[in-house]
């Protein structure tokens, strides 16, 4: 963790000290990069999420990071029970920089586990993308809870724990003889189809709170600075003396 992201999680800030950090930072970026920022946040979304099991080529993780990032994915959590996820910077083109990345990579644990007890913890339905019995088409999905998809390794696909707490199933149309898309390319079709039917509707609060979306705003900006610590601490001093 970055020196100024662990001085922005100790303080705890109210939904009005961030606007006033996000209007301090703003001063410090390009007015072209404010903007971009804020066009793009009203894009973000938590209301879906993305897990992956064991991938272990790189360019297959870089993209499926890529991918969510593009499509406005705010989160990807990884997760490592044999295979170490590595960014290609290449492929991935900066996406990493810009969502959330939860590892769950301790020795000796079921990190699927954990993973996936963490995402119900927090209100997700876990849906398996895979063929099953019980499954439907993406096209079909309910969407009206926050959704985590989960995705398997590139060889062995999802793992047994996995699909036994997987709340539902769901796959993606294939016409041709070949079974399965490769890991990247099944994550894309399925944020694409799942964000696009989001910005359809109009019954489904998929969009960042205002809270949230301003401290998106400031960590973002924060990246993009020098010395994001330094700045960080300049705006708590004048807050402290009363200065803005």
């Known amino acids: 963790m970055q020196q100024w992201a662990k001085l922005l999680s100790e303080k705890k800030l109210s939904t009005e000290e961030l606007k006033q950090l996000w209007d301090f930072l703003s001063h410090y970026i390009t007015p072209r990069r404010k903007a971009l920022f804020e066009e793009k946040i009203a894009h973000r979304t938590y209301h879906i999420t993305v897990a992956v099991e064991d991938i272990y080529q790189e360019r ?3 993209a499926v990071v890529r ?4 499509f406005g994915v705010q989160s990807v959590h ?3 029970n044999h295979n170490e996820y590595k960014i290609a910077k290449g492929i ?7 969502v959330d990345l939860h590892l769950y990579d301790r020795k000796g644990q079921n990190n699927t586990e954990a993973c996936l007890q963490a995402l119900k913890a927090r ?3 876990l849906v398996a993308t895979t063929p099953h019995q019980d499954d439907c088409y993406i ?8 959704t985590a998809f989960i995705m398997g390794g590139e060889k062995d696909g999802l793992t047994p724990t996995a699909m036994s707490m997987a709340d539902a199933f769901v796959k993606i149309p294939i016409y041709g003889f070949t079974e399965s898309f490769n890991i990247s390319v099944a994550t894309a079709i399925i944020l694409y189809e799942s964000t696009r039917r989001l910005h359809q509707s109009t019954d489904i609060a998929w969009q960042l709170d205002e809270t949230t979306r301003l401290q998106k705003l400031v960590e973002w900006a924060l990246k993009s600075v020098s010395d994001g610590s330094r700045l960080l601490m300049r ?3 004048e807050q402290t003396n009363g200065i803005g």
């Open 92 to 98: 991935a083109k900066g996406a990493d920089k810009w």
């Open 123 to 125: 209100g997700y339905r």
């Open 60 to 62: 297959n993780a870089s």
């Open 67 to 70: 991918s969510a990032e593009c």
């Open 235 to 237: 705006f708590f001093e």
């Open 139 to 146: 096209d079909e999905l309910d969407l009206s809870q926050p």
């Open 78 to 80: 990884i997760i490592e």
